[in-house]
């Protein structure tokens, strides 16, 4: 009987790796470091961020002036070799700027994460990310002692919440003093909140008008 003998083919104990194989193993132990060990993270540094899409870790960068949120900041996600990622386009799909909650934040985006990313498995960012799009909007509602009230008018889109804050303060101004007259049995007030899509068609463009006069044709 014929016997034959295989031999593995392996680094020897003792022998340095070669440099493309110490290369992945430094990649590797950076890593593990950073998952370990990240950078914290915190409002308004105006850095990069690392937060978790699926089971993999992505890059955001997040919305100057929008990064201060204790809860929620607004991000953008993008390719995590950002600027030098034109090659790689085709794979990654942008989502526009989104509500990240800032629990989900892992810390300071590092290089070493790079590995977990979507595109690093040469996969598209899904088409749930788990995030809603950032927008914002101003509500004016008048509202009854009970609770009870309506909507009487809808401000937005805002691609940034100190905009609309801005405009939550002018209306707010131009009620001050009647409020509770404005409409008899009402309180009125405005107020900024998250941008209903599913609701966009009952919002007005704050944008290029006149939002104190919108408020009077509100309420007339």
């Known amino acids: 009987m014929t016997r034959r003998l295989f031999r593995r083919c392996a680094t020897a104990s003792g022998t340095a790796l070669a440099p493309e194989d110490q290369a992945a193993v430094d990649a590797f132990r950076a890593m593990l470091a950073a998952l370990r060990t990240p950078e914290p993270w915190t409002p308004g540094c105006a850095q990069d961020v690392a937060?978790?899409?699926g089971a993999h870790i992505e890059r955001a960068h997040p919305r100057p002036g929008d990064d201060h949120g204790p809860d929620v900041i607004a991000v953008a996600l993008v390719h995590p070799d950002t600027p030098h990622a034109a090659a790689y386009a085709q794979r990654y799909t942008r989502k526009g700027w989104l509500r990240c909650e800032t629990v989900?934040?892992?810390?300071?985006?590092?290089?070493?994460?790079?590995?977990?990313?979507?595109?690093?498995?040469?996969?598209?960012?899904?088409?749930?990310?788990?995030?809603?799009?950032?927008?914002?909007?101003?509500?004016?509602?008048?509202?009854?002692?009970?609770?009870?009230?309506?909507?009487?008018?809808?401000?937005?889109?805002?691609?940034?919440?100190?905009?609309?804050?801005?405009?939550?303060?002018?209306?707010?101004?131009?009620l001050q003093g009647q409020a509770d007259t404005v409409i008899p049995g009402f309180t009125v007030t405005a107020t900024t909140a998250a941008f209903d899509f599913d609701d966009r068609e009952n919002y007005t463009d704050p944008y290029d008008v006149d939002i104190t006069a919108l408020l009077a044709d509100a309420l007339a």
């Open 104 to 174: 989900t934040i892992l810390g300071l985006w590092q290089p070493a994460y790079s590995a977990l990313s979507h595109a690093a498995s040469g996969l598209n960012l899904p088409d749930d990310v788990g995030m809603s799009p950032a927008h914002y909007g101003v509500d004016v509602e008048a509202r009854q002692s009970d609770g009870s009230g309506f909507t009487a008018l809808c401000l937005g889109p805002y691609t940034q919440i100190r905009h609309a804050s801005r405009d939550a303060d002018r209306l707010t101004t131009a």
């Open 51 to 53: 937060v978790r899409v």
